[in-house]
C-alpha cells in the first residue's frame, strides 16, 4: 500500500493504554503526595465543601466569555490533538480547551468538579504539530493525574496573597501554603511532561517544544543536545554560592527551569520504566485503591537519596559528602564500642576462626 493509499491512516500509529494509571508516568515526589492525599478518609468531601469558596464558576464563564473554545468548527486540529490524546491515555471524558489571546507562550489545566484546559495563542503559533502534540498531552495528564484541582487552589491562594499582604502575618502563613503548593506544583510538571511524550511519542518534538519556550521560534539558531549542555553546566556550575541563588531563584515559580525540564525528560526517555510502559506493562487504574502510601513514600525516598548520590550541583554533593562521612563515623564508633566491650582484645572472634565482623560478609 502506497502512502496515497492510506487515507486517514496517519503516518505513523501511536500506542494507546488503556486503563493506564497516572501512577506509571508521575515522579516519584509528585506521586507520593498524590497518593496520600487520596488515602485520606473524606478527603474528596472535605474539598469539595470548599469549593463554594473558589472562584470556579467565574473562571469557567470568563473563559467561555472571551476565549475560543476548542470543536470541530473552531481550531479543529487542536480538537483532534485533544480528542487523540484522551484516546491515548484513554481518558473518558474529554475535557472543554480553550485558546485565549496573550502572546506569551503558555498552558494550563485548571477545575475542581472538572478540568479545564487553557491555552495561549503565543503557544499555539510557537509550535508545530507534533511540538503542539506533546503539550495537549502534557495537560490531559495533569487532568488525568488530578492536578487541575491543586493547580486552582494555588491561584486562588496567590491571587489572595497579593489582596492582602498588607497584613504582615496573614500574608506569611498563606505564602507558607503558596510555596508548599509551588514546590509540589515544579515536580508535577514533570510528571506532565513524560504523559505528554506519552502521547506524542516522540522526543525530539518534546525537546524542540520546550527549547521554544526557552528561546522562541529560532529553531534553525538552536540544537537539542547544546541546549541539554545548558542543564548539565547548569547543575555543576559554580559552588555553594551558585546553589543557594539556584534555590533562590526557583522559590517564585510554578514550573521548572526549560532545560532541567528537558535534561529531565530525556533521562526519564532513556529508563527502563518508559520503554516498559511502551511495551504495555504499566500500572491499571483499577489497581489504585491498593497502592500503598508506605511503598509510594519509601520510592520517593529513595529517589531523592538517588538524586543526591548522583547530583552535580555542590550543595547537594556536600549533603552527600555528609551523609557518607556520618555513615564511616558510625561505623568507626560502632567499631570503638565493639573493641571496648570486648576488653580491648579486638573484635570478637567466630567459632569458625574468623571475625565477628567476618560473618557478615555473607549472602
Keep these: 500500500m502506497t ?13 494507546r493504554f488503556p486503563g493506564i494509571s ?28 470548599l469549593s463554594g469558596l473558589l472562584p470556579e464558576r467565574s ?103 497579593l489582596k492582602i499582604a498588607w497584613i504582615p502575618l496573614g500574608n506569611v502563613a498563606i505564602m507558607a501554603i503558596v510555596t508548599a503548593l509551588r514546590e509540589w506544583f515544579r515536580k508535577s510538571e514533570l510528571s506532565a511532561d513524560r504523559a505528554g511524550l506519552l502521547v506524542g511519542q516522540d522526543v525530539q518534538a518534546s525537546m524542540r517544544g520546550l527549547m521554544k519556550i526557552a528561546g522562541g521560534n529560532h529553531l534553525h539558531e538552536m540544537n537539542v543536545d547544546a541546549f541539554l549542555a545548558q542543564a548539565d553546566e547548569y547543575e555543576k556550575a559554580g559552588d555553594l554560592r551558585d546553589s543557594v541563588l539556584k534555590i533562590l531563584n526557583v522559590l517564585p515559580r510554578t514550573h521548572p527551569f526549560t532545560t532541567v525540564r528537558a535534561a529531565e525528560l530525556k533521562k526519564w526517555s532513556e529508563n527502563r520504566d518508559f520503554q516498559r510502559i511502551m511495551d504495555g506493562h504499566y500500572p491499571k487504574r483499577s489497581e489504585d485503591k491498593d497502592t500503598s502510601v508506605t511503598d509510594s513514600f519509601r520510592e520517593s525516598a529513595g529517589h531523592y537519596a538517588d538524586t543526591v548520590r548522583t547530583s552535580k550541583d555542590p550543595l547537594m554533593k556536600l549533603v552527600g559528602d555528609i551523609a557518607g562521612g556520618a555513615g564511616d563515623l558510625a561505623g568507626d564508633l560502632g567499631g570503638k564500642l565493639r573493641n571496648r566491650f570486648n576488653g580491648g582484645q579486638g573484635p570478637k572472634k567466630s567459632d569458625d576462626g574468623g571475625t565477628a565482623d567476618d560473618d557478615k560478609g555473607g549472602s
Design 59 to 161: 473562571l469557567r464563564l470568563l473563559f467561555l466569555s472571551d476565549s475560543v473554545r476548542v470543536s470541530d468548527a473552531q481550531f479543529s486540529h487542536l480538537n483532534d490533538m485533544l480528542r487523540d490524546a484522551c484516546y491515548i491515555l484513554d481518558l473518558e471524558k474529554v475535557p472543554p480547551m480553550y485558546v485565549t489571546q496573550d502572546p506569551k507562550p503558555n498552558a494550563m489545566c485548571i477545575g475542581l468538579d472538572e478540568p479545564i484546559i487553557v491555552v495561549t495563542t503565543g503557544l499555539v503559533e510557537l509550535l508545530d504539530e507534533e511540538e503542539m502534540r506533546a503539550v495537549v498531552g502534557h495537560e490531559v495528564g495533569h487532568a488525568l493525574s488530578g492536578h487541575s484541582v491543586y493547580r486552582t487552589v494555588l491561584l486562588f491562594l496567590t491571587g489572595l496573597a
Design 22 to 49: 497516572s501512577r506509571a508516568y508521575e515522579h516519584p515526589a509528585d506521586r507520593s503526595a498524590l497518593v496520600a492525599l487520596r488515602k485520606l478518609s473524606g478527603f474528596d468531601t472535605v474539598f469539595k465543601a
Design 3 to 15: 502512502e496515497n493509499d492510506q487515507g486517514n491512516v496517519p503516518s505513523r500509529q501511536r500506542k
